[in-house]
């Protein structure tokens, strides 16, 4: 009797056992591109991987990226691809280990845990783009001279089919576009196109997220005398000076014209020593000390090569050359994430070569022709509005204390989509919290478009403010209004 039970339990089990295997999902991601464990890393549960994904074979061009799953029920939670601007910097150096990925660089010795990673909320996919940025390269090197906003788009999008065949497990999860900076070009031309070629691509975006986002370049470098002149860094003088003479929205475009104006070089010489206070700090975080040891610009598009264009100008007219221009994200946490990615240990660990290059920059020159381009002076706002009027959840937020791209262009720019495509504000603006504290303030229009502030935050908000840039990013995963007191 015992021996006919146990050979039925036996049977049972063995036949539950199949099951289950017949009836799980098979994880088939590539064991090649599988990261054992980073130099310094403390113990973690989630799965890492890292590698490239050609875009262009006859070219030669291939991006690098870095995933990280979920820190649990990865196979619930959705994917989210982080992008970060400049044009020229790196997503993995700056977005994956200065801001929101599972770990933060000490000393450019070791990693430490980040508390309010956003993979605790999903599986990120961080991608140095476009080739040339980061460990991203192209062979052949004519690339870099053709390269724009739609180049970068395309090859994105390429990236993304490809990935996907590598991972086919996430093809079918929901998947939603970030970034911050430039991103506002990247985020929503590449969401675009996914929309755009809906029937050639399985992917089930349902969303963006853009911070800081550079989304019309008149409005947002416009705001920044106003910015400057409201925290009182600059006097009531110089900020008329300046609106009146020569505004930063003309002295860009004149810049990328490549044709400085007297009556700009002029404005800028007149309030020379009020401007010259500006690289004493931060304007990526007017209230932070700056890193004296490190400059690093991570929302350069008020270049260097413009800036020598200035400089040259300026001798040429004999006038004073002031820094005004030299607006440089400079954090101690950003050299310590370039100099462990520049560790060969840690490159090998990646799967990453340095191509093309000597040694990792967290912002590239590669792409200089990006600072020669006018796509920069093409508004992507009217985008942002195709892919509300597209059915996709969207969020524009800012770093409340971040000069370059200040929260005063962004906010009357998605007020003035809101107007056009006609939509009613359902959540007046209004404070939002973490905990008892103020995170920021929000205003949603419609139930498709949001705006909102974190308070206390910088440019790069998770590096500054880890935990409401988290809260916000949770919310938005989650389709949810941010949290009242």
Not at 18 to 30: A, G, K, T
Not at 177 to 198: C, D, N, R, W
Not at 376 to 388: A, K, Q, S
Not at 415 to 435: C, I, M, N, Q
């Amino acid at each position: 009797m015992f021996s006919q039970h146990f050979h039925s339990w036996v049977f049972i089990a063995i036949t539950s056992a199949i099951l289950l295997l017949i009836c799980s999902p098979v994880r088939s991601f590539p064991e090649a591109d599988k990261v054992k464990t980073l130099p310094g890393q403390p113990p973690v549960t989630f799965q890492q991987f890292a590698g490239y994904v050609t875009v262009d074979e006859r070219k030669q061009r291939s991006l690098f990226y870095y995933f990280v799953e979920a820190e649990t029920n990865a196979a619930s939670k959705p994917i989210v691809l982080w992008l970060n601007g400049g044009p020229g910097c790196s997503s993995i150096g700056v977005g994956a280990f200065t801001e929101n990925g599972p770990f933060t660089t000490a000393y450019g010795k070791s990693i430490v845990k980040n508390n309010f990673s956003w993979n605790k909320e999903a599986n990120i996919l961080y991608l140095d783009s476009p080739a040339g940025v980061g460990f991203s390269y192209s062979l052949n090197n004519s690339f870099y001279r053709t390269l724009n906003d739609e180049v970068t788009a395309r090859d994105s999008f390429v990236f993304l089919q490809r990935w996907f065949d590598k991972f086919p497990e996430y093809k079918n999860k929901d998947f939603y576009i970030t970034g911050e900076s430039y991103a506002g070009h990247y985020v929503p031309q590449l969401a675009e196109l996914i929309v755009k070629s809906k029937s050639k691509v399985q992917f089930n975006l349902k969303g963006i997220a853009i911070g800081n986002p550079l989304l019309d370049l008149d409005i947002d470098v416009n705001s920044v005398e106003e910015y400057y002149w409201s925290h009182g860094i600059i006097s009531e003088s110089a900020y008329k000076t300046r609106i009146s003479l020569c505004n930063s929205s003309r002295l860009n475009r004149e810049f990328i014209g490549g044709q400085i104006s007297l009556d700009c070089v002029l404005a800028i010489n007149r309030v020379a020593d009020e401007y010259s206070f500006i690289s004493a700090i931060d304007p990526y975080y007017i209230i932070g000390d700056k890193c004296l040891s490190y400059n690093l610009s991570q929302a350069n598009f008020l270049s260097e090569l413009l800036n020598l264009r200035l400089s040259k100008f300026i001798q040429a007219q004999n006038l004073q050359q002031t820094n005004e221009l030299d607006q440089q994200l400079d954090s101690c946490n950003q050299q310590n994430s370039e100099l462990y990615l520049n560790r060969k240990d840690v490159q090998k660990a990646l799967h990453a070569q340095l191509l093309g290059a000597k040694t990792y920059r967290l912002c590239s020159s590669n792409v200089v022709s990006y600072y020669e381009a006018s796509d920069r002076l093409t508004p992507t706002i009217d985008v942002v509005g195709f892919l509300v009027r597209s059915g996709l959840r969207v969020i524009v937020y800012s770093g409340d204390l971040d000069a370059v791209i200040p929260f005063i262009g962004s906010r009357r720019l998605v007020d003035g989509l809101a107007k056009k495509l006609r939509l009613k504000t359902t959540v007046p603006y209004s404070a939002w919290f973490v905990g008892k504290q103020v995170g920021g303030w929000t205003q949603v229009y419609g139930d498709k478009l949001t705006y909102a502030t974190i308070r206390g935050a910088s440019h790069g908000a998770p590096t500054t403010q880890p935990e409401r840039s988290f809260v916000l990013f949770t919310s938005f995963l989650n389709g949810k209004p941010l949290p009242e007191a």
